[in-house]
């Protein structure tokens, strides 16, 4: 197997495509959603950007950023939302690189902190993320784990 490559939409436009029906796939969001938030950032008309690791030609993992990811707390932002490792592929730090890798990438541009929401515990923590607060989801009855990374 080949190893994996960490990039952001920005070294492989080429991707964008592929990488909207990717994230589509496994979330449900509509592609036309991504491809229009990865157009903005394709178009640098936005800093909030999206990141994949490659094996060979395929996507195994990836995670964008976003203003905000469906909660009511919109003066945090931007968010990493999407988060995301094929089930084959885990357990081998796939999700902490694309992680680490986004924080860098932001900070370099001054961009910092960053939010997150999900109903993991302990694991956003080893990658340097602190619980911040509960918010709301978008149509979600209950309140959901907001992160944030400084």
């Known amino acids: ?47 909030n950007g999206w990141y994949l690791c490659m094996q060979g030609d395929q996507i195994v993992g990836g995670l964008g950023v976003i203003d905000n990811d469906f909660h009511d707390r919109k003066d945090l932002s931007p968010n990493v939302c999407a988060v995301y490792t094929e089930e084959a592929h885990r357990k081998k730090g796939i999700a902490g690189k694309l992680l680490d890798f986004v924080v860098s ?26 619980f911040f607060c509960m918010a709301q989801g978008d149509d979600e009855p209950e309140m959901t784990r907001l992160y944030i990374h400084r």
């Open 1 to 47: 197997m080949s190893e994996y490559i960490y990039l952001s939409l920005r070294e492989k436009p080429e991707l964008k495509d592929a990488a909207a029906e990717w994230f589509h796939n496994k979330w449900g969001v509509p592609k036309e959603a991504y491809l229009e938030c990865m157009t903005d950032y394709l178009e640098n008309n936005t800093e």
């Open 105 to 130: 990438d932001m900070k370099e541009k001054g961009i910092s902190p960053l939010y997150l929401v999900t109903d993991h515990t302990g694991f956003y923590e080893r990658y340097g993320w602190e």
